[in-house]
Protein backbone atom coordinates (compact mmCIF):
# COMPACT_ATOMS: atom_id res chain seq x y z
CA UNK A 1 0.00 0.00 0.00
CA UNK A 2 3.27 2.13 0.81
CA UNK A 3 4.86 1.42 -2.62
CA UNK A 4 1.92 2.10 -4.65
CA UNK A 5 1.07 5.63 -2.39
CA UNK A 6 4.57 6.57 -3.31
CA UNK A 7 4.03 5.76 -6.78
CA UNK A 8 1.37 7.64 -7.63
CA UNK A 9 2.68 11.02 -7.45
CA UNK A 10 5.81 9.83 -9.50
CA UNK A 11 3.34 9.14 -12.24
CA UNK A 12 0.79 11.98 -11.96
CA UNK A 13 5.05 14.43 -12.30
CA UNK A 14 5.70 11.62 -15.68
CA UNK A 15 2.25 12.89 -16.59
CA UNK A 16 2.63 16.50 -16.05
CA UNK A 17 5.88 16.49 -17.72
CA UNK A 18 4.81 14.63 -20.41
CA UNK A 19 1.90 17.60 -20.80
CA UNK A 20 4.13 20.11 -20.24
CA UNK A 21 6.37 18.94 -23.38
CA UNK A 22 3.85 18.89 -25.98
CA UNK A 23 1.88 21.79 -24.72
CA UNK A 24 5.52 23.75 -24.80
CA UNK A 25 5.78 22.18 -28.88
CA UNK A 26 2.19 23.72 -29.53
CA UNK A 27 2.85 26.99 -28.10
CA UNK A 28 5.43 27.86 -30.67
CA UNK A 29 4.32 31.19 -32.69
CA UNK A 30 1.41 29.50 -35.49
CA UNK A 31 2.35 25.98 -34.29
CA UNK A 32 -1.19 25.52 -33.46
CA UNK A 33 -3.30 26.61 -36.52
CA UNK A 34 -0.99 25.12 -39.07
CA UNK A 35 -1.27 21.54 -36.67
CA UNK A 36 -4.85 21.24 -36.62
CA UNK A 37 -5.03 22.82 -40.40
CA UNK A 38 -2.87 19.42 -41.02
CA UNK A 39 -4.87 17.02 -39.02
CA UNK A 40 -8.05 17.76 -40.84
CA UNK A 41 -6.03 17.04 -43.80
CA UNK A 42 -4.52 13.63 -42.98
CA UNK A 43 -7.98 12.88 -41.88
CA UNK A 44 -9.02 13.21 -45.70
CA UNK A 45 -6.48 11.27 -46.56
CA UNK A 46 -6.82 8.40 -44.38
CA UNK A 47 -10.78 8.50 -46.06
CA UNK A 48 -9.40 8.42 -49.11
CA UNK A 49 -8.62 5.04 -50.32
CA UNK A 50 -11.71 3.01 -48.41
CA UNK A 51 -14.32 5.73 -49.64
CA UNK A 52 -13.19 5.36 -53.25
CA UNK A 53 -13.25 1.56 -53.08
CA UNK A 54 -16.91 2.05 -51.51
CA UNK A 55 -17.63 4.54 -54.60
CA UNK A 56 -16.66 2.64 -57.41
CA UNK A 57 -17.74 -0.63 -56.47
CA UNK A 58 -21.47 0.46 -55.57
CA UNK A 59 -21.21 2.42 -59.08
CA UNK A 60 -19.90 -0.23 -61.10
CA UNK A 61 -21.00 -3.56 -59.02
CA UNK A 62 -17.34 -5.07 -59.45
CA UNK A 63 -15.03 -5.46 -57.19
CA UNK A 64 -11.88 -5.18 -59.84
CA UNK A 65 -12.92 -2.25 -60.68
CA UNK A 66 -13.00 -0.81 -57.26
CA UNK A 67 -10.17 -2.30 -56.56
CA UNK A 68 -8.39 -1.01 -59.65
CA UNK A 69 -9.20 2.43 -59.04
CA UNK A 70 -7.45 2.20 -55.32
CA UNK A 71 -4.50 0.93 -56.51
CA UNK A 72 -4.03 3.54 -59.37
CA UNK A 73 -5.04 6.16 -56.71
CA UNK A 74 -2.29 4.81 -54.55
CA UNK A 75 0.57 4.06 -57.51
CA UNK A 76 -0.19 8.12 -58.44
CA UNK A 77 -0.10 8.90 -55.24
CA UNK A 78 3.28 7.50 -54.40
CA UNK A 79 4.76 8.18 -57.88
CA UNK A 80 3.59 11.50 -58.13
CA UNK A 81 4.21 13.27 -54.92
CA UNK A 82 8.11 13.68 -54.72
CA UNK A 83 7.83 15.10 -57.81
CA UNK A 84 4.68 17.23 -56.39
CA UNK A 85 6.89 18.54 -53.45
CA UNK A 86 9.91 19.13 -55.58
CA UNK A 87 7.06 21.67 -56.45
CA UNK A 88 6.38 22.82 -53.50
CA UNK A 89 9.86 23.17 -52.02
CA UNK A 90 10.55 25.44 -55.17
CA UNK A 91 7.41 27.71 -55.18
CA UNK A 92 6.05 27.46 -52.11
CA UNK A 93 3.42 26.05 -50.05
CA UNK A 94 1.40 29.07 -50.62
CA UNK A 95 1.71 29.26 -54.37
CA UNK A 96 1.13 25.68 -54.52
CA UNK A 97 -0.64 23.30 -52.79
CA UNK A 98 -4.29 25.46 -53.45
CA UNK A 99 -3.95 24.77 -57.29
CA UNK A 100 -2.63 21.11 -56.53
CA UNK A 101 -5.92 20.89 -54.32
CA UNK A 102 -8.02 22.21 -57.48
CA UNK A 103 -7.35 19.87 -59.87
CA UNK A 104 -7.47 17.16 -56.80
CA UNK A 105 -10.79 18.15 -56.16
CA UNK A 106 -12.02 18.03 -59.86
CA UNK A 107 -10.44 15.14 -60.53
CA UNK A 108 -12.51 13.02 -57.68
CA UNK A 109 -15.82 15.06 -58.66
CA UNK A 110 -15.10 13.37 -62.37
CA UNK A 111 -14.36 9.95 -60.97
CA UNK A 112 -17.76 9.98 -58.80
CA UNK A 113 -19.94 11.22 -61.74
CA UNK A 114 -18.74 8.93 -64.32
CA UNK A 115 -17.97 5.70 -62.71
CA UNK A 116 -20.69 3.31 -63.65
CA UNK A 117 -22.09 6.09 -66.51
CA UNK A 118 -18.48 6.63 -68.51
CA UNK A 119 -16.32 4.05 -70.07
CA UNK A 120 -13.69 2.97 -66.99
CA UNK A 121 -11.11 4.02 -68.64
CA UNK A 122 -12.61 7.57 -67.73
CA UNK A 123 -13.06 7.22 -64.53
CA UNK A 124 -9.70 5.21 -64.06
CA UNK A 125 -7.72 8.34 -65.84
CA UNK A 126 -9.89 10.62 -63.40
CA UNK A 127 -8.42 8.12 -60.66
CA UNK A 128 -5.01 8.52 -61.03
CA UNK A 129 -4.74 12.24 -61.66
CA UNK A 130 -6.78 12.62 -57.94
CA UNK A 131 -4.04 10.74 -56.57
CA UNK A 132 -1.74 12.39 -58.52
CA UNK A 133 -2.38 15.83 -57.20
CA UNK A 134 -3.33 15.12 -53.57
CA UNK A 135 -0.68 16.96 -51.10
CA UNK A 136 1.06 15.70 -48.10
CA UNK A 137 -0.67 16.80 -45.57
CA UNK A 138 2.09 15.19 -43.60
CA UNK A 139 5.19 16.49 -45.48
CA UNK A 140 3.82 19.95 -45.50
CA UNK A 141 3.59 19.99 -41.77
CA UNK A 142 6.74 18.61 -41.02
CA UNK A 143 8.42 20.56 -43.44
CA UNK A 144 6.70 23.51 -40.80
CA UNK A 145 7.99 22.16 -37.88
CA UNK A 146 11.77 21.76 -39.03
CA UNK A 147 11.90 25.36 -40.10
CA UNK A 148 9.81 26.64 -36.34
CA UNK A 149 11.73 24.63 -33.81
CA UNK A 150 15.57 24.37 -33.58
CA UNK A 151 15.91 22.45 -30.89
CA UNK A 152 16.77 18.96 -31.44
CA UNK A 153 14.88 17.41 -28.63
CA UNK A 154 11.58 19.16 -28.84
CA UNK A 155 11.68 18.82 -32.45
CA UNK A 156 11.84 15.03 -31.83
CA UNK A 157 8.46 15.74 -29.43
CA UNK A 158 6.71 17.61 -32.31
CA UNK A 159 7.66 14.49 -34.47
CA UNK A 160 6.20 12.36 -31.98
CA UNK A 161 3.04 14.02 -31.96
CA UNK A 162 2.42 13.91 -35.56
CA UNK A 163 3.07 10.27 -35.22
CA UNK A 164 0.23 10.00 -33.50
CA UNK A 165 -2.04 12.22 -35.65
CA UNK A 166 -1.09 9.69 -38.26
CA UNK A 167 -1.83 6.72 -36.10
CA UNK A 168 -5.56 8.27 -34.90
CA UNK A 169 -6.80 9.36 -38.58
CA UNK A 170 -5.59 6.47 -40.16
CA UNK A 171 -7.79 4.39 -36.91
CA UNK A 172 -10.78 6.46 -37.57
CA UNK A 173 -10.77 7.28 -41.56
CA UNK A 174 -11.81 3.85 -42.52
CA UNK A 175 -14.50 3.83 -40.18
CA UNK A 176 -15.78 7.47 -41.05
CA UNK A 177 -15.74 6.88 -44.97
CA UNK A 178 -17.37 3.66 -44.06
CA UNK A 179 -20.29 5.63 -41.64
CA UNK A 180 -20.90 8.36 -44.47
CA UNK A 181 -21.06 5.94 -47.25
CA UNK A 182 -23.37 3.66 -46.00
CA UNK A 183 -25.51 5.81 -43.95
CA UNK A 184 -25.63 9.11 -46.20
CA UNK A 185 -24.98 8.22 -49.95
CA UNK A 186 -22.54 5.88 -51.66
CA UNK A 187 -20.25 8.93 -53.16
CA UNK A 188 -20.62 11.14 -49.57
CA UNK A 189 -17.15 9.01 -48.55
CA UNK A 190 -15.63 10.45 -51.36
CA UNK A 191 -17.25 13.77 -51.22
CA UNK A 192 -15.95 14.05 -47.70
CA UNK A 193 -12.62 13.04 -47.85
CA UNK A 194 -12.03 15.37 -50.88
CA UNK A 195 -13.51 18.51 -48.53
CA UNK A 196 -11.72 17.43 -45.90
CA UNK A 197 -8.12 17.26 -47.99
CA UNK A 198 -8.94 20.41 -49.47
CA UNK A 199 -10.02 22.97 -46.47
CA UNK A 200 -7.10 21.78 -44.57
CA UNK A 201 -4.56 21.76 -47.09
CA UNK A 202 -5.74 25.48 -48.27
CA UNK A 203 -6.05 26.53 -44.68
CA UNK A 204 -2.40 25.63 -44.17
CA UNK A 205 -1.14 26.76 -47.12
CA UNK A 206 -2.64 30.06 -46.24
CA UNK A 207 -0.97 30.42 -42.77
CA UNK A 208 2.48 32.34 -44.41
CA UNK A 209 4.10 33.06 -40.91
CA UNK A 210 5.19 29.16 -40.40
CA UNK A 211 5.70 28.32 -44.25
CA UNK A 212 8.89 27.18 -45.41
CA UNK A 213 10.19 29.82 -47.94
CA UNK A 214 10.67 28.48 -51.49
CA UNK A 215 13.68 28.46 -53.11
CA UNK A 216 12.47 29.83 -56.20
CA UNK A 217 14.85 29.25 -59.46
CA UNK A 218 17.88 29.20 -57.32
CA UNK A 219 20.75 26.35 -57.72
CA UNK A 220 19.05 23.01 -56.39
CA UNK A 221 20.28 22.85 -52.94
CA UNK A 222 22.33 25.74 -51.42
CA UNK A 223 24.72 26.34 -54.29
CA UNK A 224 25.69 22.43 -54.16
CA UNK A 225 25.71 20.71 -57.67
CA UNK A 226 25.01 17.50 -55.29
CA UNK A 227 21.16 16.68 -53.92
CA UNK A 228 21.27 16.23 -49.97
CA UNK A 229 18.36 13.87 -51.11
CA UNK A 230 21.30 11.13 -51.58
CA UNK A 231 23.09 11.34 -48.35
CA UNK A 232 23.56 8.02 -46.58
CA UNK A 233 21.15 9.09 -43.71
CA UNK A 234 18.36 9.44 -45.60
CA UNK A 235 18.54 6.60 -47.96
CA UNK A 236 18.73 4.23 -45.33
CA UNK A 237 15.76 5.68 -43.96
CA UNK A 238 14.09 4.92 -47.22
CA UNK A 239 14.63 1.55 -46.87
CA UNK A 240 13.49 1.37 -43.08
CA UNK A 241 10.42 2.88 -44.10
CA UNK A 242 10.06 0.49 -47.42
CA UNK A 243 10.37 -2.64 -45.04
CA UNK A 244 7.83 -0.95 -41.95
CA UNK A 245 5.14 -0.22 -45.51
CA UNK A 246 5.70 -4.44 -46.11
CA UNK A 247 4.35 -5.12 -42.31
CA UNK A 248 1.46 -2.42 -43.08
CA UNK A 249 0.27 -3.98 -46.19
CA UNK A 250 0.57 -7.48 -45.14
CA UNK A 251 -1.64 -6.93 -41.50
CA UNK A 252 -4.93 -6.05 -43.05
CA UNK A 253 -5.33 -9.36 -45.06
CA UNK A 254 -3.32 -11.51 -42.61
CA UNK A 255 -5.63 -10.64 -39.64
CA UNK A 256 -8.57 -10.51 -41.58
CA UNK A 257 -8.11 -14.06 -43.09
CA UNK A 258 -7.19 -15.28 -40.00
CA UNK A 259 -10.79 -14.20 -38.42
CA UNK A 260 -12.26 -15.66 -40.80
CA UNK A 261 -10.55 -18.87 -40.66
CA UNK A 262 -11.70 -18.96 -37.01
CA UNK A 263 -15.01 -17.28 -37.74
CA UNK A 264 -14.07 -14.60 -35.06
CA UNK A 265 -14.75 -11.95 -38.48
CA UNK A 266 -16.39 -8.89 -35.81
CA UNK A 267 -12.89 -9.15 -34.20
CA UNK A 268 -11.36 -8.16 -37.07
CA UNK A 269 -11.73 -4.26 -36.69
CA UNK A 270 -10.56 -4.64 -32.14
CA UNK A 271 -7.42 -6.48 -33.57
CA UNK A 272 -6.04 -3.34 -35.51
CA UNK A 273 -7.83 -0.90 -33.20
CA UNK A 274 -5.42 -2.48 -30.27
CA UNK A 275 -2.06 -1.86 -32.81
CA UNK A 276 -2.83 1.86 -33.43
CA UNK A 277 -3.82 2.50 -29.73
CA UNK A 278 -0.63 1.12 -28.60
CA UNK A 279 1.56 2.93 -31.41
CA UNK A 280 -0.03 5.90 -29.56
CA UNK A 281 1.34 4.91 -26.55
CA UNK A 282 4.62 4.28 -27.92
CA UNK A 283 4.95 7.73 -29.81
CA UNK A 284 3.44 9.72 -27.00
CA UNK A 285 6.37 8.09 -24.78
CA UNK A 286 8.76 8.49 -26.91
CA UNK A 287 8.19 12.31 -27.89
CA UNK A 288 7.68 12.77 -23.71
CA UNK A 289 10.87 11.32 -22.50
CA UNK A 290 13.68 13.46 -21.62
CA UNK A 291 16.54 11.47 -23.29
CA UNK A 292 16.48 8.99 -25.52
CA UNK A 293 19.45 7.29 -28.02
CA UNK A 294 20.14 8.87 -31.06
CA UNK A 295 17.53 8.79 -34.28
CA UNK A 296 19.54 6.05 -35.58
CA UNK A 297 19.81 3.51 -32.52
CA UNK A 298 16.17 4.13 -31.91
CA UNK A 299 15.28 2.94 -35.68
CA UNK A 300 16.95 -0.23 -35.79
CA UNK A 301 15.69 -1.26 -32.29
CA UNK A 302 12.42 -0.36 -34.13
CA UNK A 303 13.16 -2.54 -36.50
CA UNK A 304 14.50 -4.96 -34.68
CA UNK A 305 10.76 -5.28 -32.89
CA UNK A 306 9.37 -5.31 -36.27
CA UNK A 307 11.04 -8.62 -37.52
CA UNK A 308 9.96 -10.67 -34.25
CA UNK A 309 6.85 -9.73 -34.10
CA UNK A 310 6.65 -10.48 -37.89
CA UNK A 311 8.49 -13.93 -36.64
CA UNK A 312 5.67 -14.20 -33.66
CA UNK A 313 3.40 -14.09 -37.18
CA UNK A 314 5.00 -16.79 -38.67
CA UNK A 315 5.54 -19.42 -36.04
CA UNK A 316 2.11 -18.71 -34.88
CA UNK A 317 -0.19 -18.08 -37.59
CA UNK A 318 -3.67 -17.44 -35.48
CA UNK A 319 -5.65 -14.41 -34.65
CA UNK A 320 -4.00 -14.57 -30.96
CA UNK A 321 -0.50 -14.83 -32.48
CA UNK A 322 -1.64 -12.30 -34.73
CA UNK A 323 -2.85 -10.14 -32.26
CA UNK A 324 0.26 -10.15 -30.33
CA UNK A 325 2.62 -9.57 -33.74
CA UNK A 326 0.87 -6.28 -34.17
CA UNK A 327 0.96 -5.25 -30.32
CA UNK A 328 5.15 -5.41 -31.02
CA UNK A 329 5.04 -4.66 -33.87
CA UNK A 330 2.22 -2.17 -34.51
CA UNK A 331 2.22 -0.76 -31.25
CA UNK A 332 5.82 -0.82 -30.16
CA UNK A 333 8.08 -0.14 -32.91
CA UNK A 334 6.09 1.65 -35.36
CA UNK A 335 5.50 5.51 -34.24
CA UNK A 336 8.87 5.66 -32.80
CA UNK A 337 10.35 4.42 -35.93
CA UNK A 338 8.14 7.45 -37.97
CA UNK A 339 9.27 9.78 -35.48
CA UNK A 340 12.87 8.92 -35.38
CA UNK A 341 12.53 8.95 -39.25
CA UNK A 342 11.74 12.20 -39.33
CA UNK A 343 14.51 13.70 -37.38
CA UNK A 344 16.78 11.80 -39.86
CA UNK A 345 14.97 13.42 -42.44
CA UNK A 346 14.93 16.76 -40.99
CA UNK A 347 18.65 16.74 -40.27
CA UNK A 348 20.28 15.33 -43.20
CA UNK A 349 18.09 17.20 -45.99
CA UNK A 350 18.50 20.95 -46.74
CA UNK A 351 15.77 23.13 -46.02
CA UNK A 352 15.11 23.37 -49.71
CA UNK A 353 14.24 19.66 -50.20
CA UNK A 354 12.90 19.16 -46.92
CA UNK A 355 9.08 19.04 -48.40
CA UNK A 356 10.43 16.52 -50.95
CA UNK A 357 12.24 14.35 -48.29
CA UNK A 358 9.05 14.26 -45.58
CA UNK A 359 7.28 13.07 -49.42
CA UNK A 360 9.55 10.26 -50.51
CA UNK A 361 9.79 8.69 -46.83
CA UNK A 362 5.50 8.76 -47.24
CA UNK A 363 6.01 7.13 -51.14
CA UNK A 364 9.08 4.18 -49.80
CA UNK A 365 6.28 3.28 -46.94
CA UNK A 366 3.38 3.40 -50.20
CA UNK A 367 5.38 1.34 -52.48
CA UNK A 368 6.23 -1.33 -49.83
CA UNK A 369 2.49 -1.45 -48.85
CA UNK A 370 1.26 -2.13 -52.13
CA UNK A 371 3.79 -4.26 -52.82
CA UNK A 372 3.54 -6.49 -49.92
CA UNK A 373 -0.03 -6.58 -50.30
CA UNK A 374 -0.45 -8.54 -53.30
CA UNK A 375 2.17 -10.70 -52.52
CA UNK A 376 0.34 -11.64 -49.30
CA UNK A 377 -2.75 -12.32 -51.11
CA UNK A 378 -1.52 -14.34 -53.59
CA UNK A 379 -0.12 -16.31 -50.70
CA UNK A 380 -3.36 -16.55 -49.13
CA UNK A 381 -5.45 -17.57 -51.37
CA UNK A 382 -2.89 -20.32 -52.32
CA UNK A 383 -1.80 -21.66 -48.90
CA UNK A 384 -3.97 -19.46 -46.03
CA UNK A 385 -2.09 -17.17 -43.41
CA UNK A 386 0.38 -19.77 -42.49
CA UNK A 387 1.92 -19.60 -45.93
CA UNK A 388 1.85 -15.65 -45.98
CA UNK A 389 3.62 -14.89 -43.17
CA UNK A 390 7.24 -16.33 -43.19
CA UNK A 391 7.48 -14.03 -46.55
CA UNK A 392 6.53 -11.08 -44.29
CA UNK A 393 9.75 -11.72 -42.17
CA UNK A 394 11.72 -11.58 -44.80
CA UNK A 395 10.27 -8.11 -46.49
CA UNK A 396 10.26 -6.33 -43.00
CA UNK A 397 14.21 -7.80 -43.07
CA UNK A 398 14.78 -5.07 -45.17
CA UNK A 399 13.99 -2.39 -42.65
CA UNK A 400 16.43 -4.23 -40.38
CA UNK A 401 19.44 -4.17 -42.82
CA UNK A 402 18.84 -0.69 -43.72
CA UNK A 403 18.64 0.71 -39.48
CA UNK A 404 21.58 -1.54 -39.05
CA UNK A 405 24.01 -0.07 -41.81
CA UNK A 406 23.35 3.20 -41.16
CA UNK A 407 23.70 2.88 -37.28
CA UNK A 408 26.95 1.36 -38.33
CA UNK A 409 28.04 4.33 -40.44
CA UNK A 410 27.05 6.75 -37.41
CA UNK A 411 29.04 4.72 -35.02
CA UNK A 412 32.05 4.97 -36.96
CA UNK A 413 31.59 8.65 -37.30
CA UNK A 414 30.40 8.86 -34.02
CA UNK A 415 28.05 11.01 -34.83
CA UNK A 416 24.05 12.10 -34.43
CA UNK A 417 22.33 13.28 -37.43
CA UNK A 418 19.63 15.19 -35.02
CA UNK A 419 22.22 16.90 -33.42
CA UNK A 420 23.82 18.71 -36.30
CA UNK A 421 20.92 19.39 -38.34
CA UNK A 422 20.82 21.38 -41.55
CA UNK A 423 19.62 25.19 -40.57
Known amino acids: MTTARSLLPSIRGSFRSATRRYGDVLRHPGALPFFLAAAVARLGVAMTGLALLFTIHHATGSFATAG ?60 VVAGAAIPQPGALSAARWSGLIPDPLALRTAFSLEANVNDLVFLTGPILATLAGTLLLPAAGSAVAATLVAVGCVVLSLQRRTAPEPRGARAPVEGRGRSTLLAPPFLATLGVNLGLGCFF ?175
Do not use: K
Not at 71 to 89: K, M, N, S, Y
Open 249 to 423: GAVPLLVTAAAAAQGLQPLTGVVLACSSAASIAAGTLYGAVRSVPRPQTVQLAAAVLLVLAALVGAVWPVLTGLTVMLVVGGGAAIAPLLASSSQIVQASVAPAELTQGFTWINSASASGIAASAALTGVLIAGGGVGAATPPLVIMTSVALVCAAGARARSGRRREDVSLNPHR
Open 68 to 127: AATGLFALAEATAGPQLARIVDRWGQTATVPAAVLVHLGAIAVAITTAGHAPIWVTLASV
